[in-house]
């Protein structure tokens, strides 16, 4: 966008010297001066802006235009002085942007484009498609100034994640092309001068269909439109050829469809050795290279291979970084002494959020918070990345118990040590695990550290930037395109539907759906962590919410009836608990979510692709409705339990054992089977059960005074709690302009 900066400070020269009222003089001087800065020697066109400004001390213009030719002369390094600059120059002026409403503020219109170029490569998006819907109401067709304006809200919409605007916005630059090819061929003069304009405007045209056709295909692939998407691959390898920009928008559509072996070909075949580099264009393509193999390989469920490609990607954004000298803390020299264009250059942020979630999937939760850690400081209003850090500590805080049960059960889950020998031989049984665990004694729960403390209160910020109930009908934070002729139509049909989005940057925005999914997990981890903390009236209310959803998934709902019992069974309240124990409650353990809810990644417009592949559900969760009931039916019995109904207890116990393969009945429900026969006063068969390690039909005996003295167990809970299982997220590829 730089370039644009720089045609439109000649453009501004140029309407000084044909401006009403101006002397023979000054037209000359500023004729003069725009010369000078088209060729480069920007010392001589300051000399002509003092000069002109002697003469005529009120213009504003020459102020804007001698700042620019500074900022030019400088290397384009002094963005933070430039942007102070343009705002003096617009509280000079008295106007503010919201009050453009008639053709007499045109005239400020390269002040306002100025202005709006900055925010943008300051990242300031909201503040520059503001400006730029503006100027866009009073372009004048067939100017090089409206296709720049136009180029720059087409690449604002889709940095925010709206394709469709982008789209209606890109067919009317199509429109205002052709009409202004056809305007310039019917010129009737034939001089050489006529025949050289003739050919530099149609190499502008002819430039911008190729980067139209770039901008449609990033459309296309926000809006997973793979029909539409391919036809406009074919236009940009037909007029780009195998350029690098082309090559890796062929790689990602590719990626898209799930061809993911294709994707990396086309990767490995762009030449980045030949790209000008991050201080000219402001894309560091190595970085874009290594984390664009980051994103495939987790796509295809290689996830150490993932998380090399994304280190090489951040040791590439390091060495860019050094490079441009934005090694700097200080918040005054931020804007200093780096090219404007390579401001966007670093990507650190929208990497580590990468890094982070492909570190979470490889099972390593203390290295993904602190990736997500530094992210979250940036994008710190994004629910779903809240979220990921509660499953980092809910990760990290486990324990080792679930591993060590994974696959066959064994008696480490159940005797803990046997002491005496011959007629003084005792077993020692394994005591549960306790729930009320305080994880980060002596210390505040708002340090950031991978406690379930601070769980709590990363799923209370994630509940909290949800919006209460659905996602209110207003547009995203900008308004919308109401433009009158070609733009009156610019937010209806599609883009009404498609704007209704919460933004959750650095991810894709999240449409109404998926905030509902979203919210169903937090509900589900919240239920979880306040358990673990021995919040038991909040684990209930998070759970009786979670129940309440419109649209729960099979699995979520599963997991809110044992939390809401648990919590139940803590607060004494066991009739209540044994109504969300009834088996007939579990229908469906499917995940339910729709591929859109997949956590997606960082950068520049692209969406990623449905996972088929390399994702599995954890070995701990049950995998079908018969092993849910089942497990149902074991808490069902340890409830029973506690009311001294035996029973019905020991009913519950058998029906489950008949419903499971014998090596998946958990180390649990082996002490609970044991508990009841002690109570029956079956020594003997308790021992049995102990020393198979299987639950064995029980023997009708008078039960023994003394046993029934024994205090009732804790009701069952999984070795390690069951946790909310979310579909493995995936990244978004970072895309070329």
Known sequence: ????????????????????????????????????????????????????????????????????????????????????????????VHTAVEDIDGLDDV?????????????YHMRQYSEA???????????????????????????????????EKALHLLAVLEKLTVQGNNKNGKGENTGRDNASQKAEFTAMVEAAKSKMHQYKVRAYIQMKSLKACKREIKSVMNTAGNSAPSL??????????????????????????????????????????????????????????????????????????????????????????????????????????NCGIQLLHLGRPLAAFECLMEAVQVYH????????????????????????????????????????????????????????????????AAI?????????????????????????????????????????????????????????APSSPLRKQEVENLRCSILACSAYVALALGDNLMALSHSEKLLHQPKLSGSLKFLGHLYAAEALISMDRISDAIAHLNPDNVTDVSLGVSPSEQDQGADKGDLEPVETSGKQTPLCYPSTVNSARAMMLFNLGSAYCLRSEYEKARKCL???????????IPPEAILLGVYLELQNGNTQLALQIIK????????????????????????????????????????TQVQRK
């Open 248 to 353: 890796f928008l062929k790689s990602n559509f590719e990626y898209l469809r799930g061809n993911y072996r294709k994707a990396i070909k086309l990767l490995n075949s762009s030449n980045i050795a030949e790209h000008p580099g991050p201080l000219k264009t402001g894309e560091c393509v190595r970085c874009m290279f290594w984390n664009n193999l980051g994103c495939i390989h987790f796509a295809m469920g290689k996830h150490n291979l993932g998380i090399f490609y994304f280190k090489k990607a951040l040791q590439e954004n390091d060495h860019t970084c050094a490079q441009l000298g934005d090694g700097s803390n200080g918040q005054s020299k931020k804007f200093t002494g780096i090219p404007m264009c390579a401001l966007l250059a670093n990507k650190r942020h929208e990497l580590l959020y």
């Open 448 to 504: 950031p550290v991978a406690s379930m403390e601070f769980a709590a209160i990363c799923l209370r910020n994630a509940l909290l930037l949800l919006p209460e109930t659905t996602l209110p009908d207003a547009r995203e934070q900008q308004p919308s395109l109401d433009s009158s002729g070609e733009g009156s139509d610019a937010a209806s049909g599609k883009g009404q539907e498609g704007d209704k989005f919460l933004p959750a």
């Open 129 to 163: 498609i503001v400006i730029g819907e503006k100027l866009y109401q009073f372009l004048e067709p067939f100017e090089k100034f409206a296709q720049a304006v136009c180029f720059l809200l087409v690449d604002l919409y889709l940095l925010t994640f709206q394709p």
């Open 654 to 664: 058998h029906q489950a054992a008949s419903m499971v393969n014998t090596k998946e």
């Open 692 to 731: 198979r390690n299987q639950l064995l039909p029980s023997l009708k005996s008078t039960s023994s005074p003394d046993l029934h003295k024994k205090p009732p167990p804790p009701p069952y809970q999984p070795s390690a709690p069951l946790q909310p299982i979310q579909v493995p997220s995936s990244f």
């Open 381 to 444: 209003a994004n629910p779903r990345l809240w979220l990921r850090l509660a499953e980092c500590c809910i990760a990290a805080n486990k324990g080792s118990s679930e591993q060590e049960n994974k696959g066959l059960p064994s008696k480490k889950g159940i005797v803990q040590s046997i002491v005496g020998q011959g007629y003084h031989r005792k077993i020692v049984l394994a005591s549960q695990p306790t729930q009320n665990t305080i994880y980060s004694e002596g210390q505040s």
């Open 1 to 92: 966008m730089a370039e644009s900066s720089a045609d439109q400070s000649s453009d501004t020269k140029h309407d000084n010297a044909s401006s009403p009222g101006i002397s023979d003089q000054e037209k000359e001087m500023a004729s003069n001066a725009h010369e000078a800065f088209t060729a480069g020697k920007y010392d001589e066109c300051m000399m002509h802006l003092e000069s002109l400004q002697e003469l005529n001390k009120e213009d504003y213009k020459i102020l804007m235009n001698k700042a620019i030719a500074e900022f030019y002369k400088s290397g384009q390094t002094t963005t933070g002085t430039l942007k102070q600059t343009l705002m003096t120059l617009k509280s000079q």
């Open 107 to 119: 005239e400020n219109s390269i002040l306002y484009y100025n202005q709006a170029i900055i925010h």
